[in-house]
Nanobody, 122 residues
């Protein structure tokens, strides 16, 4: 599975951006897609998750502002970010939690896409 994240950019506070994470490869092995972000030297934090069954979870700081969704036809997961704040400035990464079988044994693995920079100006 390969992931390609894009959609970052510069936006004023209060504005919106939509990030996209395009996936390719053995899509059936994907258990969940997650968006993370890392601001400067801070620890990378989990922003949002969407499971295979469509269940979503969000970091408290983005609840009500960010929405994670997917387009199965395009094998793409989106992160709609509204009411952006300067503290949302970070490099955003998408990641896939994979579950597949190798030699009849289950293998759990996380794959990362490259980051996309989101800058929110005040």
């Amino acid at each position: 599975v390969q992931l390609q994240a894009y959609g970052g950019g510069l936006v004023q506070a209060g504005g919106s951006l939509r990030l996209a994470c395009a996936t390719s490869g053995t899509i059936s092995s994907i258990n969940a897609i997650e968006w993370y972000r890392q601001a400067g030297m801070k620890q990378r934090e989990l922003v949002a998750t969407i499971s295979r069954g469509g269940h979503t979870n969000y970091h408290d700081s983005v609840k009500g502002r960010f929405t994670i969704s997917r387009d199965n036809a395009k094998n793409t997961v989106y992160l709609q970010m509204n009411s952006l704040k300067p503290e949302d400035t970070a490099v955003y990464y998408c990641a896939a939690d994979l579950l597949y079988y190798s030699d009849s044994s289950p293998v759990a693995e996380r794959r990362w896409g490259q980051g996309t920079l989101v800058t929110v100006s005040s």
